[in-house]
């Protein structure tokens, strides 16, 4: 079974300040990972995501994520913020336990992320 | 790029109705999923579907719901007698492989 833990549901940081959203999660198998961003009323944009290649991904807007193994950590990070970052960021693992065929996706319960002028 | 759309974006109904939520995946996509957003709380997942049957469900998937590909490109979601508590975003996605893309969801108002 997989699980998502996102540490903080609710994080705020200062406009131009770095951002760091956290996750860790826990897979039978080497998992994927994703990053989705979900603005108010919106539905799910994918900001990265990871496959097993490049443990440092890079996403759309300046954000970045990290896979490290031996953490099971998957955390996201802006180097700075901007307004329009404002939004609920959900990490979400993706595992087929018959190694191919349908993806069950995992989402963590979201962190709300709220930038300060 | 291609894009997962649903419709439509809200749809309100009195409890007991029976309700269609539509989407269209991805053309070239095999395996299919709805999710649901109750306000304020996780995104859950309700049910896979590949090769015209259910592939995996959850315990939020009862014998209220179900799931069609009726025309080989639209895939619904059927609640047959929807309660004040299905009020909630649901949300389609499709995938070919690990990544799935998500439509804009449809916004289920229970009244």
């Known amino acids: 079974a997989q699980s998502v833990t996102q540490l903080d549901s609710h994080v705020s940081v200062s406009e131009g300040t770095p951002v760091l959203l956290r996750c860790n999660y826990s897979s039978s198998y080497s998992p994927s990972l994703f990053w989705y961003v979900q603005h108010p009323n919106k539905g799910l944009q994918l900001l990265l995501k990871?496959?097993?290649?490049?443990?440092l991904v890079k996403g759309i807007n300046g954000f970045e994520a990290e896979f490290k193994k031996s953490e099971t950590s998957f955390h996201l990070t802006k180097p700075s913020a901007h307004m329009s970052d404002a939004a609920e960021y959900f990490c979400v693992v993706s595992q087929s336990d018959s190694g191919a065929g349908s993806y069950q996706l995992t989402f963590g319960k979201g962190t709300k992320l709220s930038v300060i002028p | 790029e291609p894009e997962v759309t649903q419709t439509p974006s809200h749809q309100v109904t009195q409890m007991g109705q029976e309700v269609i939520l539509r989407c269209v995946p991805i053309s070239n996509h095999l395996y299919f999923y709805w999710y649901r957003q109750i306000l304020g709380q996780k995104v859950e997942f309700l049910v896979s579907f590949y090769n015209n049957e259910i592939s995996e469900k959850s315990e939020i998937f009862d014998d209220q719901f179900s799931v069609e590909r009726p025309d080989g490109s639209n895939f619904t979601l059927k609640i047959r007698s929807t309660k004040l508590e299905d009020s909630a975003m649901y949300f389609c996605a499709s995938n070919y492989w690990a990544e799935a893309f998500f439509g804009q969801g449809t916004r289920l108002t229970v009244v």
């Open positions: 990871y496959t097993s290649a490049a443990t």
